[in-house]
C-alpha cells in the first residue's frame, strides 16, 4: 500500500492507526523513501534519524496492539531542526565547527514528542546556530525553497519549513529568537508558531540569544500546529526559564468563534509593505471583519528601535553563548596549532562562518567596558519599552494582526551582499521575540508569481488559545 505522506494530516493518522488501515512503521518507513527522494531539490534535510523513527513507530504500533492509548502524536512523522539535540543523532547546528557532534541527551521537546508517540524523521538545514533570514548561512549549502525552487525558503529555521511544504514530514520543530519560525512559515507557505518565552523548555536547544530563544512548531494546519505545541508545552525541571502555567487544551480553543474579537492592527507594520504582500494581509483582515471580528488601529511607537535593540541583545548573548566552542570539548578542533591559544584561534577561525563571526565581533564590542551602558544596557531598556507597547495595545485588543514579512521570499543569493537589507526581513517579527509574547504565521493566499505570504497573529503571554482560535477560523474561512 502505498501513503501520500504529502496529504496526511495528524487526524488522519490518528484515525488510519485506529482502523488499522495502515502502521505506524509504514507511515514511517513511506515518509523517509519519500523525504530521501526529494532531499536533492531542496536539501532541506541534513541527516536522516531512520533507525531511531522505526523504532519509535514500532513502538506506537506495538501499544496499539497492546490496546493502550499511543499517545497524542501517535506515527506522526516529525522533522527537527539541527539546533535542538537528539541522543545518538548528528546535531550540526548548520555549522562546521559541529560537523562531527553526536550528541548524548535528548531536548526535552524531542523527549516529550516521542513519549507522545511522535517519529523523529531527521534533522533539518538551517542558518549556523539560527543566525540569519534565509538559510544562506548554513555551513551545508543553501535550502531552496519547495514553492519556488530558486528562491530561500527563509530562515533561520529554512529547512524546517521546506520540509512541511514540500510535504515530506506532517509537522516540524524550528526555532525562533527574531522571527526564524514565522519568516520561513510565511516564505514556505505553511503554518509557524512562536508560543510565548518559557511556554516550551529550552533543555537541549543550543543556545542563541537565551531571553529570547523560542522552540515553536510548523505544520500544514492550525489545528496540528497546536496539537504538536500542545505535547511539548509545560514545565521542565532541566529549564529554570521554563512556565509553570498550566497547559490549556489547545485543540478545544478551536472552536471557529471569533464574534466580538478586538483585533489592532498596528499602524507601524503597514508601511514599506509591498504591494501584493499588503493587499493579501488586508485581505485576510477582512475576511476576519467579515466573521464579526472588530477591527481598530493601534500603535506600537517604539517599532522602529527594534531592528537595532534586538541585534545589540542577540549579539551580546550570542558572544557569551559560542564561547563554548573552542575545540577543547565537543567542537572541531583544528590541526596544528603549537599553544593552548592558537589553537583556540584556528578552531574558531575554521569552524565559524562569517555571520557567526561578525556576531562575535558585535556582540564583545556591546559588552565591553565603556561600550556596555551606551549599547547593551540602553537596548534592555528599550527592550522593556517595547513589550510595555504590546501590554498597553492588548488593554484595548484581544489579538494584534500584521504582515509577517514585508515582502515574499526573494531569490537565492539576492540579500547575501547586504546584511543590514537582510536584517529587514525580521522588521515584524523580532518585537514579539523582544516582548516574550505568543505569536504565529498563518497562510493567507499567494502573489500572482504563486509565492506565499503569510498573516502574523499576537496575542498576549499564555494566551495561545486566543491566537489560535483566531487563526483557525481564519483557515477554515479560505477553504
Ligand atoms: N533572522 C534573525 C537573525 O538573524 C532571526 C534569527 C532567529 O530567529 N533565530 O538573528
Same mark, same amino acid.
Given at each position: 500500500?502505498?501513503?501520500?505522506?504529502?496529504?496526511?494530516?495528524?487526524?488522519?493518522?490518528?484515525?488510519?492507526?485506529?482502523?488499522?488501515?495502515?502502521? =505506524?512503521?509504514?507511515?514511517?518507513?513511506?515518509?523517509?523513501?519519500?523525504?530521501?527522494?526529494?532531499?536533492?531539490?531542496?536539501? %532541506?534535510?541534513?541527516?536522516?534519524?531512520?533507525?531511531?523513527?522505526?523504532?519509535?513507530? &514500532?513502538?506506537?504500533?506495538?501499544?496499539?496492539?497492546?490496546?493502550? $492509548?499511543?499517545?497524542?502524536?501517535?506515527?506522526?512523522?516529525?522533522? !527537527?531542526?539541527?539546533?535542538?539535540?537528539?541522543?545518538?543523532?548528528?546535531?550540526?547546528?548548520?555549522?562546521?565547527?559541529?560537523?562531527?557532534?553526536?550528541?548524548?541527551?535528548?531536548?526535552?521537546?524531542?523527549?516529550?514528542?516521542?513519549? %507522545?508517540?511522535?517519529?523523529?524523521? #531527521?534533522?533539518?538545514?538551517?542558518?549556523?546556530?539560527?543566525?540569519?533570514? /534565509?538559510?544562506?548561512? @548554513?555551513?551545508?549549502?543553501?535550502? *531552496?525553497?519547495?514553492?519556488?525552487?530558486?528562491?530561500?525558503?527563509?530562515? @533561520?529555521?529554512?529547512?524546517?519549513?521546506?520540509?512541511?511544504?514540500?510535504?515530506?514530514? !506532517?509537522?516540524?520543530?524550528?526555532?525562533?529568537?527574531?522571527?526564524?519560525?514565522?519568516?520561513?512559515?510565511?516564505?514556505?507557505?505553511?503554518?509557524?508558531?512562536?508560543?510565548?518565552?518559557? *511556554?516550551?523548555?529550552?533543555?537541549?536547544?543550543?543556545?542563541?540569544?537565551?531571553?529570547?530563544?523560542?522552540?515553536?512548531?510548523?505544520?500544514?494546519?492550525?489545528?496540528?500546529?497546536? *496539537?504538536?505545541?500542545?505535547?511539548?508545552?509545560?514545565?521542565?525541571?532541566?529549564?529554570?526559564?521554563?512556565? %509553570?502555567?498550566?497547559?490549556?487544551?489547545?485543540?478545544?480553543?478551536? $472552536?471557529?468563534?471569533?464574534?466580538?474579537?478586538?483585533?489592532?492592527?498596528?499602524?507601524?507594520?503597514?508601511?514599506?509593505?509591498?504591494?501584493?504582500?499588503?493587499?493579501?494581509? /488586508?485581505?485576510?483582515?477582512? =475576511?476576519?471583519?467579515?466573521?464579526?471580528?472588530?477591527?481598530?488601529?493601534?500603535?506600537?511607537?517604539?517599532?522602529?528601535?527594534?531592528?537595532?535593540?534586538?541585534?545589540?541583545?542577540?549579539?551580546?548573548?550570542?558572544?557569551?553563548?559560542?564561547?563554548?566552542?573552542?575545540?577543547?570539548?565537543?567542537?572541531?578542533?583544528?590541526?596544528?596549532?603549537?599553544?593552548?591559544?592558537?589553537?583556540?584561534?584556528? @578552531?574558531?577561525?575554521?569552524?565559524?562562518?562569517?555571520?557567526?563571526?561578525?556576531?562575535?565581533?558585535?556582540?564583545?564590542?556591546?559588552?565591553?567596558?565603556?561600550?556596555?551602558?551606551?549599547?547593551?544596557?540602553?537596548?534592555?531598556?528599550?527592550?522593556?519599552?517595547?513589550?510595555? $507597547?504590546?501590554?498597553?495595545?492588548?488593554?484595548?485588543?484581544? !489579538?494584534?494582526?500584521?504582515?509577517?514579512?514585508?515582502?515574499?521570499?526573494?531569490?537565492?543569493?539576492?540579500?547575501?551582499? $547586504?546584511?543590514?537589507?537582510?536584517?529587514? /526581513?525580521?522588521?515584524?517579527?523580532?518585537? #514579539?521575540?523582544?516582548?516574550?509574547?505568543?505569536?504565529? @504565521?498563518?497562510?493567507?493566499?499567494?502573489?500572482?508569481?504563486?509565492?506565499?505570504?503569510?498573516?502574523?497573529?499576537?496575542?498576549?503571554?499564555?494566551?495561545?488559545?486566543?491566537?489560535?482560535?483566531?487563526?483557525? =477560523?481564519?483557515? &477554515?474561512?479560505?477553504?
Amino acid at each position: 500500500m502505498s501513503i501520500d505522506v504529502a496529504s496526511l494530516t495528524m487526524d488522519a493518522i490518528a484515525s488510519g492507526l485506529r482502523s488499522k488501515e495502515f502502521k =505506524a512503521e509504514e507511515i514511517a518507513q513511506a515518509a523517509l523513501a519519500f523525504a530521501e527522494a526529494e532531499n536533492p531539490k531542496t536539501n %532541506a534535510y541534513l541527516t536522516f534519524a531512520s533507525e531511531r523513527a522505526l523504532a519509535a513507530a &514500532r513502538k506506537v504500533d506495538a501499544a496499539i496492539a497492546a490496546g493502550t $492509548d499511543p499517545g497524542p502524536l501517535a506515527g506522526v512523522p516529525i522533522a !527537527v531542526k539541527d539546533v535542538i539535540v537528539t541522543r545518538g543523532v548528528r546535531t550540526t547546528c548548520g555549522s562546521k565547527i559541529l560537523e562531527h557532534y553526536i550528541p548524548p541527551y535528548d531536548a526535552t521537546a524531542i523527549t516529550r514528542i516521542e513519549a %507522545a508517540g511522535g517519529v523523529l524523521l #531527521g534533522k533539518t538545514n538551517c542558518d549556523e546556530f539560527a543566525m540569519g533570514s /534565509s538559510n544562506e548561512n @548554513s555551513a551545508y549549502g543553501p535550502v *531552496r525553497n519547495p514553492r519556488a525552487l530558486d528562491r530561500v525558503p527563509g530562515g @533561520s529555521s529554512g529547512g524546517s519549513a521546506a520540509v512541511v511544504a514540500q510535504g515530506t514530514a !506532517v509537522a516540524s520543530l524550528g526555532s525562533d529568537t527574531g522571527g526564524s519560525i514565522r519568516q520561513p512559515a510565511s516564505f514556505c507557505g505553511v503554518v509557524g508558531v512562536t508560543p510565548t518565552y518559557g *511556554r516550551v523548555s529550552r533543555y537541549g536547544l543550543t543556545a542563541f540569544a537565551r531571553s529570547l530563544d523560542h522552540i515553536g512548531p510548523f505544520a500544514r494546519s492550525v489545528r496540528d500546529a497546536a *496539537r504538536l505545541l500542545g505535547a511539548m508545552a509545560g514545565k521542565d525541571p532541566m529549564d529554570s526559564t521554563s512556565a %509553570a502555567a498550566p497547559v490549556p487544551d489547545y485543540l478545544a480553543a478551536l $472552536d471557529g468563534n471569533v464574534k466580538g474579537l478586538k483585533i489592532g492592527l498596528p499602524k507601524e507594520y503597514f508601511t514599506g509593505l509591498e504591494s501584493e504582500t499588503g493587499a493579501l494581509v /488586508s485581505r485576510a483582515i477582512d =475576511a476576519l471583519k467579515a466573521m464579526g471580528c472588530e477591527v481598530r488601529e493601534i500603535s506600537l511607537p517604539h517599532t522602529d528601535y527594534a531592528i537595532a535593540t534586538y541585534y545589540i541583545i542577540c549579539t551580546a548573548e550570542a558572544s557569551s553563548n559560542l564561547a563554548r566552542y573552542d575545540g577543547v570539548r565537543y567542537s572541531r578542533r583544528a590541526e596544528g596549532a603549537d599553544t593552548l591559544g592558537e589553537m583556540y584561534k584556528k @578552531s574558531r577561525g575554521e569552524g565559524f562562518g562569517a555571520e557567526c563571526k561578525r556576531r562575535i565581533m558585535l556582540g564583545t564590542y556591546v559588552l565591553s567596558a565603556g561600550y556596555y551602558d551606551a549599547y547593551y544596557l540602553k537596548a534592555q531598556r528599550v527592550r522593556a519599552l517595547i513589550a510595555q $507597547d504590546y501590554a498597553k495595545a492588548f488593554e484595548q485588543v484581544d !489579538v494584534i494582526a500584521s504582515p509577517v514579512s514585508p515582502f515574499p521570499a526573494f531569490k537565492i543569493g539576492e540579500k547575501v551582499a $547586504d546584511p543590514m537589507a537582510m536584517y529587514l /526581513s525580521d522588521i515584524y517579527t523580532i518585537t #514579539g521575540d523582544l516582548a516574550g509574547i505568543p505569536c504565529m @504565521s498563518v497562510p493567507c493566499g499567494d502573489t500572482a508569481e504563486g509565492l506565499p505570504v503569510g498573516l502574523q497573529i499576537f496575542a498576549k503571554h499564555f494566551d495561545e488559545p486566543t491566537m489560535f482560535r483566531v487563526a483557525d =477560523a481564519y483557515e &477554515r474561512s479560505r477553504s
